[in-house]
């Protein structure tokens, strides 16, 4: 294949180029496919930068073939970059196996000539363009579904996983109390029983953990008590106190040294947003935000020590 790949890359052919339009199109498509291979790639390894840029080199060479937007010398000697580009993939075969499914995209989608299935076509893979650029820098993004705890039930399940760490906003009573909430909670308490530390600070608002009371109220209680006595350490941070601190009224996790989370809510609880990162950048800044929050927070342990008894 590689061969073929070189032989085809190298043609020095003059043949006039496809209408502007079409260019668009083949542009659109190598952005889909490359989108597609890094969502598989992060779901499955992780980051992999040197990968990322690899599969944007060879993505970026098929639609400039097909497309004719090089210059007919870039077009005429490109087999260096390629060399370089499958050395960068040399142990990732699948990898060049997509680029063939690329350029084989590319020469089924150059057939098509409705202009209503082009018109489609560009709109629907611009649409991934963003989705591309957050693949390329560690972000997995998951708009309006709870598809996202798949991801955080893989990465929590990790071998390399030695400590795992969460901040939940508690805004009404059904968070993280529905079904898939108590299957990733049941994830939770199997990390506990394997050994694994967790550290979950609560953000509770007024209603669930009054300014004249000692303890939160008792069906808060009751559900912090069900991690506390699993192993959790557990702190507590009244809303009321971060008015100054906006920034860290938020749900968020950190995986270790892997990777953290972001869960964005509605006003009922439904996950609007959820983005995992897996840059370093994204973790050191989602650290300093846990460490801030520290500040605040008081150990559920100490609270239970001075609660008097009976209240």
């Known amino acids: 294949m590689y061969g073929r790949l070189m032989n085809t890359a190298a043609s020095p052919t003059s043949q006039p180029g496809p209408p502007p339009k079409l260019r668009f199109v083949f542009l659109a498509i190598g952005v889909v496919l490359g989108a ?36 007919l010398a ?18 990732h075969p699948e990898l060049l196996l997509a680029y063939d499914s690329f350029t084989q995209a590319l020469n089924g989608l150059a057939s098509q000539s409705d202009s209503i299935l082009r018109e489609t076509a560009s709109v629907r ?28 039930e893989q990465i929590l399940r990790s071998p390399d996983i030695r400590c795992y760490r969460s901040v939940a906003w508690l805004r009404n009573e059904d968070y993280w109390q529905d079904v898939p909430g108590r299957q990733s909670m049941q994830v939770n308490y199997d990390l506990l029983q394997q050994g694994v530390p967790i550290e979950r600070i609560l953000i509770l608002c007024d209603y669930f ?15 912090i008590d069900r ?9 507590l941070v009244r809303e009321s106190a971060l ?10 996790g950190i995986y270790g040294s892997r990777a953290t989370g972001l869960l964005e809510l509605d006003e009922q609880c439904r996950t609007t947003r959820f983005t995992f990162d897996f840059s370093p950048d994204g973790l050191r800044l989602t650290e300093a935000r846990w460490k801030r929050l520290l500040m ?4 559920y342990a100490d609270l239970l020590d001075h609660t008097p008894r009976g209240s």
């Open 209 to 223: 953990w009054p300014v004249a009371s000692v303890r939160p109220s008792l069906d808060i209680c009751r559900w």
């Open 74 to 91: 870039t077009r005429a000697s490109p087999p260096a970059a390629l060399r370089e580009a499958t050395a960068c993939l040399g142990d």
């Open 125 to 152: 893979l611009a649409a991934v363009q963003e989705e591309l650029r957050n693949l390329a820098r560690g972000r997995v993004v998951f708009p309006a579904t709870e598809a996202w705890r798949t991801v955080y």
């Open 296 to 299: 605040y927070a008081i150990s």
């Open 227 to 235: 991690q506390y006595t699993r192993g959790m350490w557990i702190g």
């Open 243 to 252: 008015e100054n601190e906006l920034d860290l009224l938020c749900d968020f």
């Open 36 to 71: 597609s291979c890094l969502c598989g790639l992060f779901g499955q390894q992780g980051p992999a930068n040197t990968t990322a840029l690899a599969i944007g080199l060879l993505a970026g060479l098929a639609v400039a073939r097909f497309a004719q937007l090089l210059p």
